[in-house]
Structure formats: structure tokens, C-alpha cells
């Protein structure tokens, strides 16, 4: 990822993230598009993304999905102690990744399920 661009984790099924993604393409904005459950992201790339983000793991986990009712993590403890722990979760079951995320080169991050939040970040250019 350059300076120029930007990076989301997409999922094409999900509606917010085909939303999100059209969003950039009409802002003419450059970015690069990680299909994150063809190309699931390590637990260290997801320590990196939550620490732009500024969020702890269960703030972008879905835990209404199958994986996460299996896994029982409603039930999990949200503290820093169980943290490596849901992202273990993430990293094992990226389907649980809250969808999309949009990441700038120079650092700060966005959940983009609407556009208010995806407009918070400087878009550049292509």
C-alpha cells in the first residue's frame, strides 16, 4: 500500500462493504482490496488493524454469525486477559470480522458500515 491509497477488507457478498467499495470508486480514490476470507489476515495483522482502528477485538466481531455461536464467545469475557483469545477467533474464523474495514496508509482505520463513518478518514486521490 502506498501513501496514495488506501486498503479494505471487502467481502463482495456483504452490502455494506459492495457500498463502501462504491463509494471509493466514485471518489476516484486508489485503494487495494483485500477479499480478507480468501486472504484471512494473521492475528498480528488484526493486533495492527484494532490498534488503528482503536477498538478491542469484540467491538468488530460478529457474533451473531454460526462460527461465533459454536464458539460460544457471547459467553467470552471481554477484557485485556481474553483478548488474544478473540483475536485467535478472528484470525482462525475471519468470516467474524466485522465487514468492511477501510484503512488508510498513514494510519488510522474505519468499521465503514455507513458512510458518515467511511467520509471520517482523508480519502486521496488516484
Same mark, same amino acid.
Given at each position: 500500500?502506498?501513501?496514495e491509497?488506501i486498503?479494505?477488507?471487502?467481502?463482495?457478498?456483504?452490502?455494506?462493504?459492495? *457500498?463502501?467499495? !462504491?463509494?471509493?470508486?466514485?471518489?476516484?480514490? *486508489?485503494?487495494?482490496?483485500?477479499?480478507?476470507?480468501?486472504? @484471512? @489476515?494473521? *492475528?498480528?495483522?488484526?493486533?495492527?488493524?484494532?490498534?488503528?482502528?482503536?477498538?478491542? @477485538?469484540?467491538?468488530?466481531?460478529?457474533?451473531?454469525?454460526?462460527?461465533?455461536?459454536?464458539?460460544?464467545?457471547?459467553?467470552?469475557?471481554?477484557?485485556?486477559?481474553?483478548?488474544?483469545?478473540?483475536?485467535?477467533?478472528?484470525?482462525?474464523?475471519?468470516?467474524?470480522?466485522?465487514?468492511?474495514i477501510? *484503512?488508510?496508509?498513514?494510519?488510522?482505520?474505519?468499521v !465503514?458500515?455507513?458512510?458518515?463513518?467511511?467520509?471520517?478518514? @482523508?480519502?486521496?486521490? !488516484?
Open positions: 500500500m502506498t501513501s491509497q486498503e479494505i477488507w471487502h467481502n463482495p457478498r456483504c452490502s455494506k462493504s459492495r *457500498a463502501a467499495k !462504491a463509494v471509493l470508486d466514485k471518489a476516484g480514490v *486508489a485503494y487495494t482490496e483485500r477479499r480478507y476470507l480468501e486472504d @484471512p @489476515p494473521t *492475528a498480528a495483522e488484526i493486533r495492527g488493524m484494532l490498534d488503528r482502528l482503536g477498538l478491542e @477485538p469484540w467491538e468488530i466481531t460478529r457474533t451473531g454469525e454460526h462460527e461465533a455461536k459454536e464458539l460460544g464467545m457471547s459467553a467470552w469475557s471481554r477484557t485485556s486477559e481474553e483478548r488474544d483469545r478473540w483475536i485467535g477467533a478472528l484470525a482462525d474464523h475471519p468470516k467474524l470480522i466485522q465487514r468492511p477501510v *484503512a488508510v496508509a498513514a494510519g488510522r482505520a474505519v !465503514a458500515r455507513d458512510q458518515q463513518s467511511l467520509r471520517s478518514l @482523508p480519502l486521496p486521490r !488516484a
